[in-house]
């Protein structure tokens, strides 16, 4: 029996935590700040559920196989003592968060443990504690390797797909081409996605997009020459109410996360000498909206 903690039991955590609370082979554990009684989420097919285990201090958790860290990029910092109490010898911490420096954000907090950066494709709500709504299909990309192959038995026998790539930093920025398309918009008009039907809206989305992908290429990612287009035109098919992650933290007065996606492309951008100045403008605006306080687990 495997023993899996989930750190941040948020949208994410809670749809790929719910899927290993239900197979009995699995011993999981919830990391919450206050306890709940069940995981459900709900699909666009049916709604999943689960009763589920909790522990709401560091101080009552103990080493475990695999951590699910699902807390958001920024908020890595304030789990640094449930990471401690969590590690062991073998432990695997599968990082399951936006952008592509998830080994320099969780390396720091895990005493030589194996973290395996991890590409989330799902799409998905926290309605509230232990309540998720998740609009689409939900599937994991690890980086290849002893732990992404761990990561993908415990889901064995579940309807998620994990697909382990020899190319992550492909998959990493062609992920954050994907964020930095819509985001940063829909936080900053406090808009669904159909503000990218506006021309200008679009164009910027584009703007933005193209910087990201020179600066990925730059780092060895293998990006289609017109990828800003396809992103956005594939974005725009999108109901237009539909939100953003950064949409959702904004109206909900969480900090938005901004440093892990336009921030990334400041900072990589000018480590190779490329300009960035939509994604710095975007960066800054969405900086000075951010909230001071943080609901990092539950």
Known sequence: MSKVAVLGVGAIGGVFGV?????????????????????????????????????????????????????????????????????????VIAVLQNGVEHRERVEPYTRGAEVVPVVVNCPADRLAPGHVAQQGGAGLVPEDGRGARFLASLYEDTDVPVKPTSDFTTASWAKLCNNVGAGPATALTDRGRGVLHEPDVAELCRGLVRECAAVGRAEGAVLADDVAERTIERLKDADPEATTSMLVDRRAGRPIEADVMTGAVVRIGARHGIPTPLSAAAH??????????????N
Request: charged fraction near 25%; include cysteine; proline fraction near 7%.
């Open 19 to 91: 899927r290993l609370c239900r197979l009995e082979r699995h011993d999981v554990t919830l990391c919450v700040r206050r306890p709940i009684e069940k995981l459900v989420v709900e699909t666009p097919d049916s709604v999943i559920e689960s009763k589920v285990k909790c522990v709401t201090s560091p101080s009552k958790a103990g080493p475990v196989d695999c951590v699910l860290l699902a807390v958001k990029g920024h908020q890595v910092p304030d789990v640094a003592g449930w990471l401690e109490a969590l590690v062991g010898g073998d432990t």
């Open 284 to 297: 800054a605006l969405l900086s000075s909206i951010n909230a001071p306080n943080m609901d990092i687990t």
